[in-house]
Every structure is written in structure tokens, then in C-alpha cells.
């Protein structure tokens, strides 16, 4: 089984906590509890240990060499003076029998005890099925109280010694693991807000992870520390006093992290994002209402348009707004396209509404990109008539973590661009295609999202002359094609550990004139119509320890058997809800093969267990 500790999680997508991001990474990075001890079986019982001293005379009638009961020279057991007499025992090592009896002189009367069976070897037993016999059976115990004896499933890690696993906002594997009758009393969620989102340099930001929750302990006896910069050094001690401060001297974008631990140290992790501004370069937006005027009121529209001007840097989103665009079709139309670099940050509750957008190209898009940098964080797009977010720049890199995007009439994200980092944590869904990577997209990193329920495919490497692009860690499914489709002359990607499932048309598609791809560590399930990888004549550089199952036209056409390969259910928690975290039994568990990618966050090495397991989310 694997060690016990943090994991990487990403939770069902839907689950929105205003507390956190939506990410694998986010929202909630619970640890899990260390190890317990090994249960030990418990000991057999002394024969002794509980027999009274019993006249032989209670149980044994008079004995005599003839058959002769009194006989002066063989004494009746029992007589005074004579009981203890060695001549007239059977059980001279046991002084507690005189005869041997049904069971034996090693056991202390001549009654069965009850045994149960211990399937998986964990010392405890199933009190459903006993076995009554005078001495242990093989593969029995005394202890009757296991409550899932099943090796298949839950096995050993199901005993009352155990401790409920704690992954995501509830328990890892949705088995009673402590045998006290619930699957869920492993429920520790780190939760944080913080204030403002963002600031200029020298300002405060202010934590508090005061709404912590635990279901054994209170939130005021959970403890917190902090890491002000995501890097996995934590700058501030575990305390209860879960309120702290940070001031950043440099502006630019920050992960903050936090750490909370109950009475029993089970531990729990939250991330959010903050940007800090250079001095005078923070704007914020304090109107939902699409204008452009000289009012006191700061639209998103005229906020972009003091960016494009160079006079901030930062644009802050928040107070529950719905920006509505072009609202009574005046001719507004699309956003200012962005030409200044801009970090536009949201605290999830903050949504461009795309509705009223004139139905063509470009005037379509929700926001159209053409900075040199651009980051957007925690921001909802939806009904955007043509993209949701179009990129297209020349050089810098352009950065979207944890935005929500859907219910586009093209794309969710396109881009066009050399450089680009897409993750973790944005939920794209309900779009025609949730990505796509076009002309010069040479550079680009897609981690930790949510790509689901698109009508065509969820990633689409659609023009040619991409090359140099990682795909990892995302979960790809239902979408209504391909989960990803490398359809042009790309070349040199890597596509490693992600999950990919429910997809009407194969996992992945590479066409043939397309080079040096590497796809390792995936899970390739369910393909409605299609492979798990339809890759006939590609040169893959690397093609192995992908898990295939459920494909409805194969595992991988015109590529045969590979390293490493796994051809079993993957044995998620559960598909339908989209929880595709593994099972305890999962095959997919520990057969992946080390890339050198960090799948299990903050725990030392790269991942849990003797290897990786398959797919974007690592097991315990």
C-alpha cells in the first residue's frame, strides 16, 4: 500500500468553495494521516487463562484398570487426598483436566471456541463468518471486529486500529477505514480567506483560516501555519491563531499557501493567488455596469483601456459583479483588446457575460490578448459568442489559473501564441472546444484542469508548426470527440498523467504526419466510438505505461502492445459524479513510470508508493 500523506487532489468539478481555488492543487490539499501501526493479531488466548479449577469428579467418572469402579488399588479421581494424583491424569502437563476430553489436553475444557475468518490478513476478523473449533484455524482469529474483510477493496486498510484517509473535502476512498460505522469522519478542510486579493507593494494582505473544519475537533483547537509564496518553505509555525499578515516588497503574482492540523495531526492545505502591484498601479473595478464615460465609476472597459495606456498594471475583480457586455447592443461590442501587460485577478465571484456580443470574429471573443504578458486569475466567462479568450501574441507568456469558462460558441481558451501557461485549476466546459493551440503555440503548459463536456474535443492542436508543448495532469472527459486531437504537423509533445475518460471519440488522436510525441502514465478509459490512443504511422519518441480499458475500438491502433502497459479497469471511486481519484485496488496504483514530474505535491519525492500511479491524480 502506499505511505500515507498529502495528495494532490482534484476535487468534482462543480464543488465551489469561495474559501479556495478549483484545482487538483487548490481549494483543499488535505494531508493525509501518518501510517498507524501494523494491527497485530491478537494473541491466543492461555488455556488457562480463564478455567476454573474443576473437580475431577464434575466430569470424569470413577476409573479402573478392570472396569471396576472403587477398586482399592485404583482409587476414584476425586477422593480426597487422591486428585491431584499423577498416575490416575491423562494431562499431566495441564492441571486443570484429568482426561483429555473432546479437545485435548491444550484446551481447558472440552468446549469449541468460535474463530473468524481474516480474509485480509490484517488480525482482525469477520464476525460473519465464524468457525467453531477446539484449536485456531488456519486464516482465523479471535477478534470478530473487522468491518470490510474484503482484500479486493478496502482489505487491511479497513480495522479499528485504522484512521479514516483524508483526500479532498472527504474521505480518500469512501470506505469506513476506522470501523466506527461512517465513511466520512475524516473530513479536515482547510479553508482561508484573504484580504484584498490584490495590493500594491508595502501593503498588507490579511489570512485567516478561522473556517477550518474538522468533525472531531473545534475550529478553535485546529492550528494553522503559512507559506507566503507557494514554494513549499513554510514561513510561520503551526498556532491557533489561525489570523496572520504578509506584506510583499516585489511586485508580481503569489500562491499562498496554508496548513492546518488537527488534535490527531491529520493535516489539510489550501492555495489562493494574490497579485501586488508596483506603487500607484492598481486599479479596481467597481462597476458590473459595460460603459465608457467620464463618471467616478472604474468599468472593466475603461480599466483595460488604462492598461493599454500603461498607467496600471493590476485590475481588481470582486464584489460579486456580472459585467455584461454590449448590454443594449449600442456598439460597444468586444472588450478593448489588451495590449498593455495586465494581471487581471478575480476572487471567483466575478463573471464576464458574453451574450450581447455581435456574432462575428474577433468582435465575438469576450477578451481578445495581444500583451506581451498577460495573467488572468479566478474569473468567469460565459456566453462569449465566439471564444471565450483569445491569445494572440508575439512573444511573453500569457498565464490563466483557476477561471471558470463556459457556454462559448467556439473555443474556451485559443491560443495563439508562443508561450503560454494554462493551469492548474481552470474548469472549462459547455464550449465547442475547451482549448485549442494554433500558429507558433511552441511553448505551452497545460496542468491540473478540468476539460469537460465540450461538443468537440477537449484539447485541439488544430494548425501547423506547434511544437515543444506539455500536457499533463489534467482530466479530460466526456467531451463530445476527441479528448485530445493532435490533427496538424505538431511535433515534440509530451502528454503524461492525465486522465482521460467518457470521451465520444478516442482518448487521444495523433495524425500521422505529426512527430516525437512522448504519452506515458495516462489513463485512456472508456472511449465511446474511438481508441484509447488512434496514432497509426506516428513516431512517438516515448509510448509506454499508459492504462487502456473500455475502448470501444481497441487500446492503441497500428501501435501494439508497449512497455509497461496496463489493460484493466482503473478502478475509479466513482465515474459518474466525474471522481476519478483511484481505488485502493486500483491497477493503476504504483505502475506508472518516474518522468521526473512532481504528481504528489508537497511530500518529499515526486510521488507516494514504490512508483507513480497512472492518470492525473496520485493515490495515497
Not at 489570512?207 to 475550529?219: G, Q, R
Not at 478553535?220 to 507559506?227: G, H, N, S, T
Not at 479596481?284 to 468599468?299: G, K, P, R
Not at 490578448?369 to 501574441?393: A, H, K, Q
Request: charged share 20%; glycine share 12%; aromatic share 6%.
Amino acid at each position: 500500500m502506499k505511505a500515507r500523506g498529502i495528495w494532490q487532489v482534484a476535487l468534482s468539478v462543480g464543488l465551489v468553495c469561495g474559501c479556495g481555488h478549483l484545482d487538483y492543487d487548490h481549494q483543499s490539499d488535505p494531508l493525509v494521516p501518518a501510517s498507524t501501526a501494523d494491527a497485530q493479531a491478537p494473541a491466543a488466548e492461555d488455556a488457562s487463562s480463564d478455567a476454573e479449577p474443576r473437580d475431577a469428579s464434575s466430569d470424569a467418572g470413577p476409573r479402573d484398570a478392570g472396569g471396576d469402579s472403587g477398586d482399592a488399588g485404583n482409587p476414584v479421581a476425586g477422593d480426597a487426598g487422591d486428585a491431584g494424583d499423577a498416575a490416575i491424569d491423562d494431562c499431566p502437563g495441564d492441571p486443570s483436566k484429568t482426561v483429555a476430553g473432546l479437545c485435548g489436553c491444550g484446551v481447558s475444557d472440552d468446549n469449541s471456541l468460535t474463530w473468524y475468518r481474516d480474509l485480509d490478513g490484517d488480525g482482525f476478523g469477520d464476525s460473519n463468518v465464524p468457525d467453531d473449533q477446539c484449536t485456531q484455524p488456519l486464516g482465523y482469529v479471535a477478534d470478530s471486529t473487522d468491518c470490510n474483510d474484503d482484500p479486493t477493496s478496502c482489505g487491511a486498510d479497513c480495522s479499528p486500529v485504522q484512521t479514516e484517509t483524508i483526500v479532498g473535502l472527504n474521505c480518500a476512498d469512501g470506505y469506513d477505514n476506522d470501523c466506527n460505522g461512517s465513511t466520512d469522519d475524516c473530513w479536515l478542510q482547510a479553508r482561508f480567506s484573504v484580504s484584498p486579493r490584490a495590493a500594491e507593494v508595502g501593503e498588507s494582505f490579511n489570512v485567516d483560516a478561522s473556517d477550518s473544519v474538522d468533525l472531531e475537533d473545534s475550529p478553535a483547537a485546529l492550528e494553522a501555519r503559512w507559506d507566503w509564496e507557494g514554494d513549499g518553505t513554510w514561513d510561520t509555525g503551526f498556532s491557533t491563531t489561525k489570523a496572520a499578515s504578509h506584506v510583499y516588497s516585489t511586485a508580481g503574482v503569489y500562491t499562498i499557501r496554508t496548513e492546518v492540523r488537527d488534535t490527531d495531526s491529520n493535516l489539510a492545505q489550501a492555495t489562493q493567488t494574490v497579485a501586488v502591484a508596483a506603487a500607484g498601479e492598481l486599479l479596481t473595478v467597481t462597476t458590473a455596469v459595460d460603459e465608457d464615460n467620464a463618471n467616478s465609476e472604474v468599468s472593466l472597459r475603461e480599466a483595460l483601456n488604462q492598461t493599454n495606456a500603461g498607467t496600471s498594471s493590476v485590475i481588481l475583480l470582486e464584489g460579486s459583479l456580472d459585467i455584461l457586455l454590449n448590454p443594449d447592443g449600442s456598439g460597444l461590442n468586444e472588450l478593448p483588446r489588451v495590449t498593455g501587460d495586465v494581471t487581471l485577478i478575480g476572487d471567483g465571484t466575478v463573471s464576464i457575460n458574453g451574450t450581447n456580443l455581435p456574432n462575428e470574429d474577433v468582435a465575438g471573443d469576450c477578451l481578445w490578448i495581444r500583451s506581451g504578458v498577460f495573467t488572468m486569475v479566478g474569473v468567469e466567462l460565459y456566453n462569449c459568442v465566439d471564444d471565450g479568450i483569445n491569445v494572440w501574441t508575439d512573444a511573453g507568456t500569457v498565464t490563466l489559473i483557476d477561471n471558470y469558462i463556459h457556454d462559448s460558441g467556439d473555443r474556451g481558451i485559443a491560443i495563439y501564441a508562443p508561450n503560454a501557461v494554462i493551469g492548474p485549476g481552470n474548469r472549462l466546459t459547455r464550449n465547442v472546444e475547451g482549448m485549442s493551440f494554433s500558429t507558433d503555440a511552441n511553448s505551452v503548459r497545460v496542468f491540473g484542469n478540468f476539460i469537460y463536456a465540450n461538443s468537440q474535443d477537449g484539447i485541439a492542436i488544430d494548425t501547423d508548426g506547434t511544437s515543444g508543448g506539455v500536457i499533463e495532469l489534467n482530466q479530460i472527459w466526456s467531451n463530445g470527440a476527441r479528448g485530445i486531437n493532435a490533427f496538424a504537423t505538431a511535433s515534440s509533445y509530451t502528454i503524461r498523467h492525465n486522465t482521460v475518460t467518457g470521451n465520444a471519440g478516442s482518448g487521444l488522436f495523433v495524425s500521422p504526419v505529426s512527430t516525437l510525441f512522448r504519452v506515458l502514465n495516462n489513463v485512456f478509459h472508456s472511449s465511446g466510438a474511438g481508441f484509447g490512443i488512434d496514432a497509426e504511422l506516428v513516431s512517438f519518441t516515448t509510448l509506454s505505461h499508459n492504462l487502456y480499458f473500455g475502448n470501444a475500438a481497441g487500446t492503441c491502433r497500428a501501435c501494439g502492445g508497449q512497455t509497461g502497459d496496463v489493460l484493466l479497469n482503473p478502478l475509479f471511486i466513482d465515474a459518474v459524479p466525474a471522481d476519478f481519484r483511484l481505488q485502493s485496488a486500483s491497477p493503476a496504483i504504483n505502475t506508472a513510470t518516474d518522468d521526473s514530474l512532481d504528481v504528489n505535491g508537497a511530500l518529499p519525492g515526486n510521488f507516494n508508493g514504490a512508483a507513480p500511479d497512472m492518470g492525473a491524480l496520485e493515490a495515497p
